[in-house]
Structure formats: structure tokens, C-alpha cells
């Protein structure tokens, strides 16, 4: 229990910090470009929360980490949101992590977070720790990569690698994802 409190205060601090933050994971034995490509592939078989299979098609996709009680990815959830409205070719996958501390696994309060916050993100995947080591581990949310239309990856944000990427960084990033995938 002291272990999961620790981990969860660890978590809480890393989200609500606005300084660059240092690794805390030891490096994946993968590139972070190998990393991204299977966590990929890893979420195109998956089952949303919904209960239907993912598909793959000719869109570009962004995957999110994040989880409902993170102010971080709360903002950073409005900016795609809002990114969307400009750019609807854009996929974007929600990968709900470290939902289940503290009490927090209730689903009424991840539906109730969504619908306030990214009533348009209709595809979520739990994002279990299997999930979170296939993309080189996410020790901190949010983190975003940003993919093609064939899965090759574009961009990277890595929350613990440095700060959530502003929405002019982020426009780019689709910029770039959407100019590739065509």
C-alpha cells in the first residue's frame, strides 16, 4: 500500500510540474523509433473500451497517453480537440494509463471526463503497463506520438523527456503527419 501511495504521489507530482523532468525509467533496450512502431502495431489490434476492434485506415493517428486526473493532459486533450476542428483527417486514440491508483478506476469518472473534456475522442484503450513497455515504458503522462497513415512515426512527445509540446508545436506535428500520409 506505502509502495502505490509513493508511486501515485510520484505520478501526481510529475503531471503538475511544469519543469523538464529527468528519465526515471532505465532505457528500453529499443530504439524509441522501434518502441513507437510496436506500441503502434500493438494498439491497431486492440479492443477500444467500447468493446470494438480497432481498425486500420488511411488517416494519421495520434496516440495519447493520459488519464483523467492530469491537469496536463487535460489541456493537452483541449488543444487536439481544437487541432481536430482544423484538421478532421486526424485520428486520434486516447490511451487511458495509471487510471486504477488510488481508487481512481472508476469508469463513471473516466466517462464523465471525457464527455467534459474530449466528448469527440470515441477510441480508448486501456493502457496497462504490457501496453505502456511496448512503447519503451511511460513513466508520465501526457505522452503523445503522432503517427502516419502507413504507422510511421512523425513525432514524439515524451513527458518524461521534457514538457507537453505547445498547440504551434502540436499544429506542426499534424502538419507534417497529415503532409506524409498523402
Same mark, same amino acid.
Given at each position: 500500500?506505502? &509502495? ?11 503531471? &503538475? ?12 533496450? =529499443?530504439?524509441?523509433? #522501434?518502441?513507437?512502431?510496436?506500441? %503502434? ?8 473500451? &467500447? ?6 485506415? =488511411? ?22 480537440? /481544437? ?10 486514440? $486516447? ?5 486504477? %491508483? *488510488?481508487?481512481? #478506476?472508476?469508469? =463513471?469518472? +473516466?466517462?464523465?471526463?471525457? @464527455? ?15 501496453? *505502456? @513497455?511496448? %512503447? $519503451? ?7 503523445? %506520438? +503522432?503517427?502516419?497513415?502507413? $504507422?510511421?512515426? !512523425?513525432? /514524439?512527445? *515524451? *513527458? ?5 509540446? #505547445? &498547440?504551434?508545436? +502540436? ?6 503527419? !497529415?503532409?506524409?500520409?498523402?
Amino acid at each position: 500500500m506505502i &509502495a502505490r501511495t509513493i508511486l501515485f504521489l510520484y505520478l501526481v507530482a510529475s503531471c &503538475a510540474s511544469s519543469e523538464t523532468p529527468t528519465p526515471m525509467a532505465p532505457p528500453s533496450m =529499443q530504439t524509441p523509433q #522501434s518502441a513507437a512502431a510496436a506500441g %503502434f502495431t500493438q494498439v491497431m489490434e486492440s479492443t477500444a473500451m &467500447a468493446g470494438h476492434k480497432l481498425a486500420r485506415d =488511411q488517416r494519421p493517428i495520434a496516440m495519447v497517453f493520459f488519464a483523467s486526473w492530469c491537469g496536463h493532459c487535460r489541456r493537452e486533450l483541449t488543444e487536439l480537440g /481544437e487541432l481536430r476542428k482544423r484538421y478532421p483527417t486526424l485520428r486520434i486514440i $486516447g490511451l487511458n494509463a495509471y487510471e486504477d %491508483f *488510488r481508487d481512481y #478506476s472508476d469508469s =463513471q469518472r +473516466l466517462r464523465s471526463y471525457i @464527455a467534459e473534456n474530449a466528448p469527440w475522442m470515441t477510441e480508448i484503450v486501456s493502457a496497462d503497463e504490457a501496453l *505502456r @513497455a511496448t %512503447f $519503451g515504458k511511460i513513466p508520465k503522462i501526457p505522452t503523445l %506520438f +503522432l503517427y502516419s497513415s502507413t $504507422g510511421e512515426v !512523425i513525432a /514524439e512527445y *515524451r *513527458r518524461d523527456k521534457r514538457p507537453p509540446p #505547445s &498547440a504551434q508545436e +502540436l499544429e506542426q506535428a499534424i502538419t507534417a503527419a !497529415i503532409n506524409s500520409s498523402e
